[in-house]
């Protein structure tokens, strides 16, 4: 009897060659294999999942799984994952991107997608830091630690990309940790099969870029840190600890189910026949 290969390696690609780019001590594949338990779990076959990516650290992921999967270019997963959502709505899109990503230079696309409320669960890594550029200081970097780019101590605000999330009208917004895996596996697993945009934020460890630059100790007491720097939403008492949990689960309108309902008025009122398109070169006209 031919022995069963372990859950995860059902779903990576064997053609990869491993180990992965990812440091020691980096705390992205444990989202990898977080992310894999909650599609398996789920009930979702690998052919109906697209996994869309950035660049970065956590833009790697899609390279090594076994799903449809798209690479893009920096701050745009969003963008491709709307287009893969609305030509194919049966298909469960996931987005996987990085702080910097994701709200740096995807920011605007962020906002968007929340406020659209587009069928899509949107995975951001939080580890405080552009990784795999340099070391500059992201949307996230805590005010007063130290980057490449701040070496005196950074002097911005960070974004709570959570609130951000909620507030521009994502239907499902949740944030954990890589020290709380059973937590973050539920999170992402409610993620995809919720109706609207998805936000599950997970913070994680770059132990050589951002631990190093701020003395934060080794891979193991960083990973560990994460237990006492962040506390449950109901036992949040304003210490300064993060809070993590679920910030909002709702129903709202989905945006691909009422853009298709566009699409079929549409071609009703044009008598049941796919719209002309409109001559680029003849504001107004038909080919």
């Known amino acids: 009897m031919a022995r069963k290969l372990p859950l995860i390696h059902r779903y ?19 989202v990898l294999g977080s992310l894999i338990r909650a599609i398996h779990n789920s009930g979702l076959s690998k052919d109906d999942v697209v996994l869309v990516s950035g660049i970065g650290c956590t833009g790697r992921m899609p390279v090594y799984v076994d799903f449809n ?22 298909l469960k899109v996931i987005t996987v991107m990085g702080d910097g990503d994701a709200i740096a230079i995807g920011g605007n696309h962020f906002i968007h997608a929340c406020r659209r409320n587009i069928e899509i669960t949107a995975i951001v890594v939080n580890n405080f830091i552009y990784g795999m550029t340099g070391g500059q200081f992201s949307p996230t970097t805590p005010t007063g630690d130290i980057s490449a780019t701040s070496p005196f101590g950074n ?6 990309i959570c609130e951000l999330a909620r507030d521009c009208g994502a239907s499902y917004v949740a944030r954990s940790t890589i020290y709380h895996v059973n937590e973050m596996e539920k999170q992402i ?24 630059l701020n003395q934060k100790g080794s891979p193991r007491e960083m990973f560990r840190a994460l237990k006492d720097q962040t506390v449950p939403i109901a036992k949040a008492d304003g210490d300064g600890r993060i809070s993590r949990g679920v910030f909002i689960d ?23 026949e796919p719209l002309p398109l409109l001559n680029p070169t003849r504001p107004g006209g038909t080919p």
């Not at 780019?21 to 705390?27: D, R, T």
Request: aromatic share 8%.
């Open 12 to 30: 990576l690609r064997k053609d990869k060659k491993f180990p992965t780019v990812w440091c020691p001590g980096c705390g992205i594949g444990v």
């Open 69 to 90: 999967t798209l690479h893009t270019t920096h701050g745009r997963a969003l963008t491709f994952a709307s287009g893969v959502r609305l030509a194919n709505p049966k």
């Open 155 to 160: 002097i911005a605000q960070s974004v709570d």
């Open 189 to 212: 697993a409610r993620a995809v099969t919720t109706s609207g945009f998805s936000v599950v934020e997970v913070l994680s460890t770059c132990y050589s870029r951002y631990g190093k």
């Open 250 to 272: 709702r129903a709202e309108a989905a945006y691909s189910d009422t853009y298709q309902t566009i699409v079929a008025k549409a071609r009703e009122h044009d008598g049941g």
